[in-house]
């Protein structure tokens, strides 16, 4: 089995239960799945949540532009940039409604050489949270 490091960002939120921001083998940097929440607290952007912790309202743009900067720390933290990821796969809890807003920022956010992608219908995630990113960087060599 080939070597394997693990890292961390200080930048991006807490993993939610025993696993690593990224893990690299080789060239490749495999980073585990990224919400929109906000570091040091349960803050997920855009969210309104009622006494008992069910999602009343959301803002699936804001919390595309807070995945995509939590992304880009992991990376950083990792020793890649967001022009090495290669292979992106997005689950979203709502297609229907949050496709077209995703899809959009998504564009303006990989305009230039963008990663293969696939987008998933979930039923739910961990947290209340409406879109993860699970992501494959291929790491240049210094």
């Given at each position: 089995?080939?070597?394997?490091?693990?890292?961390?960002?200080?930048?991006?939120?807490?993993?939610?239960?025993?696993?690593?921001h990224a893990r690299r083998v080789g060239n490749l940097l495999f980073l585990s799945g990224v919400g929109p929440?906000?570091?040091g607290s349960k803050e997920?952007?855009?969210?309104?949540?009622?006494g008992k912790g069910n999602i009343t309202?959301?803002?699936?743009?804001?919390?595309?532009?807070?995945v995509f900067e939590n992304v880009k720390n992991i990376l950083e933290a990792s020793g890649a940039s967001w022009d090495d990821l290669v292979d992106v796969t997005v689950?979203?809890?709502n297609m229907k409604a949050d496709f077209p807003v995703y899809n959009k920022l998504w564009a303006e956010y990989f305009a230039k050489n963008p990663p293969c992608r696939t987008?998933?219908?979930?039923?739910?995630l961990p947290t209340?949270?409406?879109?993860?990113?699970?992501?494959?960087?291929?790491v240049k060599e210094k």
């Open positions: 089995m080939s070597q394997s490091t693990v890292h961390h960002s200080d930048k991006a939120p807490e993993p939610v239960g025993l696993y690593p929440r906000k570091k997920i952007p855009g969210v309104t949540l009622d309202a959301y803002d699936i743009a804001a919390q595309c532009h807070s689950y979203l809890t987008t998933l219908e979930v039923n739910c209340p949270i409406a879109i993860e990113l699970k992501c494959v960087a291929l």
